[in-house]
């Protein structure tokens, strides 16, 4: 989800925004299917969610498409519905990888239909740069990283190791806001450590 989440970061996921399903209160208390209090996500959302395919998994990324909605990327852009999503290059930046690579990306900001903007990011030339239409069914949604080029996402079907559409029921909470963060790959020992270890400016940072 970079450059929206940082690694390192420590968020928490509002459970109430949609309600409680099976995989979003206390064990026991919801059935298998169906949800009490539920309130549909709204596109743009950053979500927590089971992942369908493997439950015990938990991801997070931004939700796109809605139920009805056809979803395709061309040349890298977004189409939502045949029209392609606005987006405006803001420019170039590094990233460091866990091996100690530096990559070069570029950082667009990316305006969805329903007029919610959030940052984005592309390596250039993505595995899922170009995908057939996808007809997010009713009753499921279709979820995207920010990190457009090294997602595992709704554009890659579960049987290839992937996300495919994601029923409500294994919807668990929106993010709103990164509690702290601490530099990448240290570890809690370091930060203890090394107090510079936290990322001060991301303290109860709000996110969109």
Do not use: C
Request: overall charge positive.
């Amino acid at each position: 989800m970079e450059p929206t989440l940082l690694v390192g970061d420590e968020i928490a996921a509002a459970k109430y925004a949609y309600g409680y399903g099976p995989y979003s209160a206390p064990f026991g208390t919801i059935p298998l299917k169906g949800r009490v209090l539920d309130r549909p996500p709204e596109r743009g959302d950053i979500v927590v969610f089971a992942l369908p395919r493997d439950p015990k998994q938990t991801f997070v990324k931004r939700l796109i498409g809605l139920p009805g909605d056809r979803i395709q990327m061309k040349g890298g852009s977004l189409f939502i519905n045949g029209a392609e999503v606005a987006r405006r290059r803001v420019g170039p930046l590094t990233l460091t990888t866990e091996d100690g690579r530096r990559v070069r990306a570029t950082r667009y900001v990316e305006t969805l239909p329903n007029g919610r903007s959030h940052d984005i990011m592309t390596l250039g030339g993505g595995p899922a740069d170009d995908t057939p239409v996808f007809l997010v069914p009713q009753d499921s949604y279709f979820m995207m990283g920010d990190n457009r080029d090294n997602s595992l996402d709704s554009r890659f079907a579960p049987e290839e190791g992937g996300v495919g559409f994601v029923k409500a029921d294994y919807l668990i909470g929106r993010v709103d806001r990164v509690l702290f963060s601490i530099s990448p790959y240290a570890s809690w020992g370091d930060a203890l450590l090394k107090p510079t270890a936290f990322r001060l400016s991301r303290l109860l940072h709000a996110v969109q």
